[in-house]
């Protein structure tokens, strides 16, 4: 058998196993991931589900159409006073105050001069929807209904939302006084962040000092019926919530709700009577079908990089993904069902020490965010000086050594990320298997080529210095074509040929 064709043989061979042996490695990883739930609707014109803490839009209907949104306006409302002014201040009622208003409009009954703490009417205004108490609210803060109708449009663009405005802060009509489900979602998640709105809203009940209508003291009580455990509607795991009518607008609905570490929001716009039943399908379909998973313990491959994992390409810092982020999965899948894609280009929010951003998406579908932090040892080089760090550092002595490291922790963490990420992790390993086997035979190659080369100079010493006995039938018995047969036996067969010829000239 010709050697070079059984050593190809073998190493193809080889090759072939170990691939097949890391493919198999990785195949439980690569089922099927479940297709996202969908069995789902609701009756009113739009609403939305999206998880609170990953902001991931789970189910909508018509998010980025337009609608009236009435009282749901007062989380807005509260979220700005909370953020602005002391809840120890006092809030006088002006006439405007009290008057403008739609006659019949839910009112606490409050009259020019009366005076109430911002707390109170925090309260006032969340849990009975009283439209004089946010007017009151609006000119403490900003000295005017206008002008606080600015920093409430100012406060939505700042959360990101872009196909709403608003006019007052009580969700009157109005025709310039609109949102969408989606941007109201965006709303209510900065309201249900703040520990002081979740305090005020999640109440069910709360007493005030008389006013100019009521001589003794009086409780206003929540309008959110899922809120009450008397009511029949009372939905177990309910943060808090608000509710909103108009005849233009219709029925509207937010709540929040938490179970099992996953907290969802819910916002119905143009309900026909049916928006409790609406929230109550999305909330039930949401914990049934989703679950939250921390990325920080997840072991998703970015929380834990190999120390080679370079930025500037001049030294080797660590990273981390920013604590507390979370992604939304279907109940049956993983992360490893998850795409990611990675953004260098980060915006002006972005936290000091993020180098860069870390997208997560299910079926084209955005679960979650997280940034990738440089540790409090490292100096993250953002833009141009990054690039051009990375341009100059690529070309250094050793990069060949930190590349096949820094190319290991990528295939590790792209096989722990996606499918697509699983299938580049074994083509790499792969790659690598036939780096290393192509080097085996180059040695094999070099060592065989070395050792023809010195048989074939110690032949040529022998014929020169005209060596008689057994040694110079070697040279008369293997001429021409024999002597070219010889060369191309392996060093071993060499000297056994030689060996017989040898006994045989003896």
């Not at 789970?58 to 700005?80: D, M, Q, R, V, W």
């Not at 025709?175 to 249900?192: C, G, K």
């Not at 005030?208 to 009580?221: A, I, Q």
């Not at 996953?262 to 379909?285: C, E, M, P, R, S």
């Amino acid at each position: 058998m010709n050697i070079r064709f059984s050593v190809r043989c073998r190493v193809i061979g080889i090759f072939l196993i170990l691939s097949l042996l890391f493919t198999s490695l990785f195949s439980v990883t690569s089922l099927a991931a479940p297709s996202w739930p969908s069995d789902v609707s609701i009756q009113a014109e739009g609403g939305i589900l999206i998880d609170a803490d990953s902001g991931c839009v789970i189910y909508g209907k018509n998010i980025h159409e337009t609608f009236y949104p009435a009282s749901i306006t007062k989380i807005l409302t509260a979220l700005l006073v909370i953020e602005n002014c002391s809840l120890d201040d006092t809030v006088t009622f002006s006439y405007n105050a009290v008057h403008n208003v739609e006659p019949g409009s839910t009112s606490a009954g409050y009259n020019t001069g009366d005076q109430i703490s911002v707390r109170q009417a925090l309260y006032v205004m969340l849990l009975k929807s009283a439209n004089e108490v946010a007017n009151a609210l609006a000119e403490h803060c900003a000295g005017s209904i206008e002008k606080f109708a600015d920093m409430m449009n100012e406060k939505a663009a700042s959360l990101g939302c872009t196909d709403s405005h608003f006019a007052n802060p009580s969700g009157l009509n109005d025709e310039n006084h609109y949102t969408t489900p989606y941007d109201f979602a965006l709303i209510a998640r900065a309201a249900f962040e703040n520990p002081v709105f979740v305090e005020i809203d999640s109440t069910t009940y709360f007493e005030l000092p008389p006013n100019g209508t009521n001589d003794e003291s009086f409780t206003v009580y929540c309008g959110h019926k899922m809120l009450k455990k008397s009511s029949g509607l009372y939905y177990p795991g309910i943060i808090g919530g608000k509710t909103g009518y108009t005849t233009s607008a219709g029925n509207t609905l937010v709540t929040c709700a938490e179970r099992d570490g996953l907290k969802l929001i819910t916002v119905i716009l143009n309900g026909h009577q049916t928006h409790y039943d609406d929230t109550k399908a999305l909330l039930d379909f949401g914990f049934e079908n989703f679950r939250s998973l921390s990325l920080s313990e997840s072991g998703s491959g970015f929380s834990d990089p190999e120390s080679d994992f370079d930025l500037t390409g001049s030294r080797a810092p660590l990273l981390s993904l920013e604590e507390g982020r979370t992604v939304t999965l279907p109940a049956g899948a993983s992360l490893g069902d998850a795409e990611t894609e990675i953004s260098y280009d980060l915006p002006d929010s972005a936290p000091d020490g993020a180098a860069a951003l870390v997208t997560y998406t299910y079926e084209d579908r955005v679960i979650g965010t997280a940034y990738l932090m440089g540790s409090s040892e490292v100096s993250v080089m953002q833009g141009s000086a990054a690039d051009a760090a990375g341009a100059s550092g690529s070309g250094s002595e050793g990069a060949g050594t930190e590349g096949l490291g820094g190319l290991i922790a990528g295939l590790r963490a792209a096989a722990e990320q996606t499918p697509s990420g699983l299938l580049l992790a074994v083509t790499g390993i792969s790659l690598l298997i036939l780096c290393l086997v192509v080097l085996i035979v180059r040695k094999f190659r070099k060592d065989r080529d070395a050792a023809e080369r010195s048989l074939s100079q110690s032949m040529h010493r022998y014929r020169s210095e005209g060596r008689s006995g057994g040694n110079e039938g070697i040279y008369t018995d293997l001429s021409g074509s024999e002597n070219s047969y010889f060369l191309n036996q392996t060093p071993r067969s060499r000297r056994k040929i030689r060996h017989r010829i040898f006994q045989k000239k003896g």
